[in-house]
């Protein structure tokens, strides 16, 4: 098992930027494929991004590619969502997630979960 700890949400005006870190224990980080999801209220949970067991592959969503950064520090057991030109519509509760399929954009198919992040940006 793994656990999962998000932070480094808040509020944001549009344009601005914000790096959310999520910090893992448990099992050696570098089994896990890592990713981002978020889910707006009323919304099903939505992919943002995914990157490979040691980084070297990574996958977006079309929303914030050329916009969000995703990375890990296997050394810190540490993964990272660099946000910028953050939009409106970029609000939402942010999860880290873990599991076997770094090319997986299916929240089911993830197997462990943080407890998310809220972020918000205002117009």
């Known amino acids: 098992q793994v656990q999962l700890v998000e932070s480094g949400g808040g509020l944001v005006q549009a344009g601005g930027s914000l790096r959310l870190s999520c910090a893992a224990s448990?099992?050696?980080?570098?089994?896990?494929?890592m990713a981002w999801f978020h889910q707006a209220p009323g919304k099903e949970r939505e992919f943002v991004a995914t990157?490979?067991?040691?980084?070297?592959?990574?996958l977006y969503a079309d929303s914030v590619k050329g916009r969000f950064t995703i990375s890990r520090d296997n050394a810190k057991n540490t993964v990272y969502l660099q946000m910028n030109s953050l939009k409106p519509e970029d609000t939402a509760v942010y999860y880290c997630a873990a599991g076997a399929n770094a090319r997986s954009t299916d929240f089911r198919a993830w197997d462990y979960w943080g407890q998310g992040t809220q972020v918000t940006v205002s117009s």
């Open positions: 990157i490979s067991r040691i980084g070297v592959t990574t």
């Open positions: 448990g099992r050696t980080f570098t089994a896990y494929a």
